[in-house]
């Protein structure tokens, strides 16, 4: 039989919210899709009445016609809100911007019932290791608001990844830098609708080098920064060459009855060249 939380809260602001998760054994409750998935013993809070759940740019404008500007996303807002923002606010710009390579990415996030539970912030604070949606985000630079008794924090969602042991304090907001540029995403999975064994994630800022991240090739999604040091002098066949092999090299990914290290690194080379020739065409 199911075991149920030892304690239940619903504080009605973030103070309260964190005076609460300062307690011993005591977690934040998102969109429950990690905590409810199993049995819960700790004490939860819930995170619903803190009015984190609100999408909108830095700017006056449901085009995003006026640059520069950036998304913010409260981490309570569900995926399938920020899909259904996005396909609302397409721009109508003839320059690109993130929002297809953003909608597409929270689209791949799982199925249509996990999208309309989970929440930015919750799959983020869960890092999971295969998350196309944490590879759009890192390639697009996203920014964390942690709130914390002591205080607010700002971390790079790249360091929030990467830290051995999650950061400390709850996410309350995300903020995207919104520019022209132009983006893609090469994967390779047992179906079309799976989760990706291996995947790269693309985005380059109009006039920058691009940026790369992987899933499926570490513990946690990463940005490719060696792959990436390669393509300073632009895309070329042998700049390309370059950062797949960059790719390669990045693969510490210990293998599973899904891929072994060798194919997982292989196939980060080859994803790599695809994403590449996908935006040097663009």
Known sequence: MPK??????????????????????????AGGTTLLA????????????????????????????????????GAMAR???????????????????????????????????????????GVIASRPPDSEFLAALLVLEAELTLQRLSGPASLSLSDYLTAAERPAGLI???????????????????????????????????????????????????????????LAAGITTETIEATAAAAKAACRHAGDFRGDTSYRAEMAAVLAGRVLRAIGNG
């Not at 602001?13 to 011993?24: D, F, G, N, Q």
């Not at 983006?183 to 079309?192: F, L, M």
């Open 4 to 29: 149920r939380p030892s304690a239940y809260y619903r504080p009605q602001s973030v103070e309260e919210a964190l005076r609460l998760l300062a307690r011993p054994d005591t977690v934040p409750l």
């Open 38 to 73: 199993g049995d819960i013993t700790s004490a939860v809070v819930d995170l619903q009445d803190l009015g984190l759940n609100q999408i909108h740019p830095s700017q006056t404008s449901d085009v995003f016609e006026k640059r520069p500007m950036a998304l913010h996303m």
């Open 79 to 121: 995926l399938v809100e920020l899909s259904d923002w996005l396909t609302a606010h397409t721009s109508h710009s003839p320059a690109p911007d993130p929002q297809p390579l953003l909608l597409e990415a929270a689209r791949r996030a799982g199925p249509n019932t996990f999208r309309h539970a989970a929440t930015v912030g």
């Open 172 to 230: 309350t907001e995300i903020v995207i830098p919104w520019q022209e540029g132009q983006g893609a995403c090469e994967r390779v999975a047992r179906t079309p609708a799976d989760y990706p064994i291996v995947s790269i994630t693309a985005w380059q800022p109009t006039g920058a080098t691009p940026r790369l991240a992987a899933t499926g090739i570490d513990e946690r999604p990463l940005r490719l920064w060696a792959a990436e040091s390669a």
